[in-house]
């Protein structure tokens, strides 16, 4: 059991963190400065836990295995990284941008799931689409 939650307590305490941090950004910085920082770091980061962690510790070995996907996810997370920074520097609360993002998302998701993972779509879960839909309302209701 713990080893189907620590995974999921961790993208939580993350995103907490990085919302926190998000919005912290100084607003009279550029974001894709405050970006290099957050990279250099993480680049660190990830391989001083790959040396920690890994089993083979050959991190040239590992590179060899490389496909599409984690050249496109850095793409992706300068996306994630600036849409945030510029987000909060247009106002958004904490308390709204990231409900209003996941519940978005989590239809978009269930959309790709179906058609590139042919997971299945079932009526509970178009339930909680509209039942997310339904809170959007409420949230931004002013």
Do not use: H
């Amino acid at each position: 059991m713990f080893n189907y939650i620590w995974p999921i307590a961790l993208v939580i305490l993350s995103n907490v963190v990085y919302q926190i941090c998000t919005k912290s950004v100084p607003k009279e910085m550029d974001p894709f400065a405050s970006l290099t920082v957050t990279y250099i770091i993480g680049a660190i980061a990830s391989a001083v836990l790959y040396f920690i962690l890994g089993k083979n510790g050959n991190l040239v070995k590992e590179y060899s295995k490389l496909n599409w996907a984690p050249f496109v996810l850095g793409i992706v997370i300068v996306g994630l990284e600036v849409g945030w920074i510029y987000a909060y520097k247009a106002g958004w609360q904490v308390s709204t941008g990231f409900i209003v993002q996941s519940a978005v998302l989590a239809v978009m998701l269930l959309i790709v799931g179906y058609f590139l993972y042919r997971e299945a779509f079932t009526w509970n879960k178009v339930l909680g689409v509209v039942i997310c839909l339904i809170g959007l309302v409420f949230i931004n209701f002013k």
